[in-house]
């Protein structure tokens, strides 16, 4: 297995709650992804190598990605969650560079985790 997701659960709105990735390989790129019931999956933040990291219009001021390269995990951390924010939340990587436009193309990336259920509600 060559990422493993944790971290998903309960929250309520306005909330908080931590994903983590662990990865076996030095990826250049590693990130999130989230799939809600009857959407298509989309990218939520994406951590680049020596680069600045990338978010979704929808997670900018919420959602912080973290790199921890000595230990080869990304964390997620997710505040003031909404209800919208329910989702299967996947980690994803690729080895190569991506330019920004194509970050969040989901097909893009060859290495996926398990998935982890996100559900925010009261």
């Known amino acids: 297995v060559q990422l493993q997701a944790s971290g998903g659960g309960l929250a309520q709105p306005g909330g908080s709650l931590r994903l983590s990735c662990a990865f076996s390989e030095d990826y250049y790129m590693v990130g999130w992804f989230r799939q809600a019931p009857g959407k298509e999956r989309e990218g939520v933040a994406i951590?680049?190598?020596?680069?600045?990291?990338i978010y979704a219009d929808s997670a900018k001021g919420r959602f912080t990605i973290s790199r921890d390269t000595t230990n080869r995990r990304v964390y997620l951390q997710m505040n003031y969650l909404k209800p919208e924010d329910t989702a299967v939340y996947y980690c994803a990587a690729r080895m190569n560079r991506l330019i920004q436009s194509a970050a969040f193309d989901a097909a893009q990336y060859y290495y996926w985790g398990q998935g982890t259920l996100v559900t925010v509600s009261s």
């Open positions: 951590s680049r190598r020596r680069e600045s990291t």
